[in-house]
């Protein structure tokens, strides 16, 4: 006598019951919002008492997605929205008329070479091997959106790599950029939930030049290493120039409001190859680094 072989489950799922109640009969009491399935009610799931709900969704819809498609670790790239391309930042001086108009295009060209360089970055990143569990790392992991964003989903499809893009809703209408690996291109609502995706997988951080944007993304990561929220990991900022120009980071210092150590969590960068192997490095020398980085 073999042994018997339970079902795996006795309920029916909720794509199945979903289906059964498109085809209620029409009714006084069926008609009624309040007979809506609940998962199935838009307006129930948009009150404003259902907010737990929706940061819960949005934590958890990408985790299950990038779980499913063996993404390890990201390789993460924040910077400007604004900076485009080298031939584009010289169509903008062409067309500059005023003195300031003409002094902010030359400064878009002056950093629009780290287009490129994100780009190649991005590159040697997404070659990494994966690992003996089949889990991919170092995955190239960006805003979604434009300029050095654009340029590192970029990189990572040059040599035939997926990437990931996170978007979120503003106010102007705001589309991943081409580069984006479809099944890996998610919208968010809430900043919170968006950047602690960012950070989620994140093996390696590259900054390059930004604003408002790329400061808050920056220095969220910095106080959370700072706090011991976040284990150390290689931060490389590209644009020495620009940055210290924006930011007195030594002033910090002076005012005691932050430790000539805490300057030590960023790693000064300018080239591609550079910034790869101050990653390398340093999960080389780390013997409790969770994952491999590829030479």
């Not at 995706?197 to 969220?220: I, N, Q």
């Not at 106080?223 to 020495?240: A, E, F, S």
């Not at 030594?250 to 960023?266: K, N, P, Q, T, W």
């Amino acid at each position: 006598m073999t042994d018997p072989i339970p079902p795996k489950r006795i309920f029916p799922d909720a794509k199945r019951d979903a289906e059964a109640a498109k085809h209620i009969p029409s009714s006084p009491q069926t008609e009624d919002p309040a007979y809506k399935l609940a998962f199935q009610d838009k307006e129930f799931l948009l009150r404003p008492d259902l907010r737990p709900v929706r940061f819960q969704l949005e934590l958890l819809k990408p985790e299950l997605f990038l779980d499913e498609q063996k993404i390890g670790s990201t390789f993460v790239v924040y910077g400007s929205a604004r900076v485009p391309e080298p031939e584009k930042a010289k169509a903008l001086l062409a067309q500059a008329k005023t003195d300031k108009e003409k002094l902010i295009a030359e400064r878009l060209v002056a950093k629009s070479h780290y287009y490129e360089v994100a780009r190649e970055l991005a590159q040697l990143a997404s070659k990494t091997d994966r690992d003996e569990d089949g889990q991919r790392h170092f995955v190239v992991c960006s805003g979604g959106g434009p300029s050095f964003m654009e340029a590192a989903n970029r990189g990572a499809q040059d040599v035939g790599a997926e990437s990931i893009g996170l978007n979120i809703v503003l106010p102007h209408e705001q589309l991943p950029n081409p580069y984006v690996t479809p099944s890996l291109s998610f919208q968010f609502h809430y900043f919170a939930l968006r950047k602690m995706h960012f950070l989620l997988r994140a093996r390696a951080v590259a900054v390059f030049p930004g604003g408002f944007g790329t400061f808050d993304e920056m220095f969220e990561l910095l106080t959370l290493i700072q706090t011991g929220k976040v284990r150390p990991l290689p931060i490389l900022l590209y644009g020495r120039e620009f940055w210290e120009r924006v930011v007195n980071f030594e002033a910090l210092v002076e005012e005691g409001v932050i430790s000539e150590r805490d300057l030590d969590l960023l790693t000064w960068c300018e080239t591609a190859e550079e910034g790869w192997g101050k990653v390398c490095d340093y999960y080389a020398e780390g013997d409790s680094a969770p994952l491999r980085a590829a030479s």
